[in-house]
């Protein structure tokens, strides 16, 4: 079946722009969570969804970071003003209700110049 | 602090020869632990999980983590690698609601 998919695959902006960065889930899978992955560094936690709502987003760096999931999956990380030290590969990875076992997507790669 | 540590950063080693990948994990995080394998150009993959149960997991394709309890390890192994094991590895463990990944191990597998 369909495994997680994110788009687009690279992004190349602009600092001070703003970017969208999506995930799409595999279905019927209710958490949803965003990583981001710096070079030479495991993937780091930002935010978790469960359905519709943000369980936890301790993990998001600032208030630059927004995350959406208007109709429990798709989800749309948000990203403002952006810095060059934003630039890393971010991570969507969903999971079944009650699992602990999380499926990756292949992660969008963000470069800001 | 919750953390999961990764002792090396990069293992070289000959084809067929065997290897081991370490792992420590904080005894605050939780005792569900991943390992995560990441092909060149690819997503992360789960390799094998321990949840419960025997302390020896094992993957489909040889490779095999112990849990240590009290040596708060988890250690990956391979008697015997193949150039196609060539990957970035990520050991993990669960902490409430999300994973924690180590910093990872790339291996190298020498011809």
């Known amino acids: 079946g369909a495994g997680v998919s994110q788009t687009p695959s690279n992004k190349v902006t602009e600092k001070g722009k703003y970017v969208e960065l999506r995930c799409d889930p595999i279905?019927?899978?209710?958490?949803l969570y965003w990583y981001r992955q710096s070079l030479g560094q495991g993937p780091e936690f930002l935010i978790y969804?469960?359905?519709?709502?943000?369980?936890?987003d301790s993990g998001l760096p600032n208030d630059r970071f927004f995350a959406v999931r208007p109709e429990g999956s798709v989800s749309t990380l948000k990203i403002q003003r952006t810095e060059r030290g934003d630039s890393a590969v971010y991570l969507c990875?969903?999971?079944?209700?009650?699992?602990?076992?999380?499926?990756f997507g292949p992660g969008t790669r963000l470069t800001v110049l | 602090a919750q953390s999961v540590t990764q002792l090396d950063s990069q293992v070289p080693v000959f084809e067929e020869a065997p290897v081991e990948l370490r792992c420590n994990y904080s005894?605050?995080?939780?005792?569900?632990l991943f390992w995560y394998v990441q092909y060149p150009n690819q997503g992360l993959q789960l390799l094998l999980k321990?949840?419960?149960?025997?302390?020896l997991v094992e993957s489909i394709n040889g490779f095999e983590a112990e849990f240590n309890k009290s040596q708060t390890s988890f250690h990956l192994r391979k008697p015997s690698v193949h150039i196609s094991d060539t990957a970035e590895y990520f050991c993990?463990?669960?902490?409430?609601?999300?994973?924690?990944f180590g910093k990872g191990t790339r291996l190298h597998i020498l011809p």
């Open positions: 990875a969903s999971s079944p209700t009650g699992s602990h076992e999380q499926f």
């Open positions: 279905s019927g899978h209710t958490a």
């Open positions: 969804f469960q359905g519709t709502g943000a369980a936890d």
């Open positions: 005894s605050s995080v939780s005792v569900y």
């Open positions: 321990y949840l419960s149960g025997s302390t």
């Open positions: 993990a463990a669960w902490a409430g609601d999300k994973i924690i």
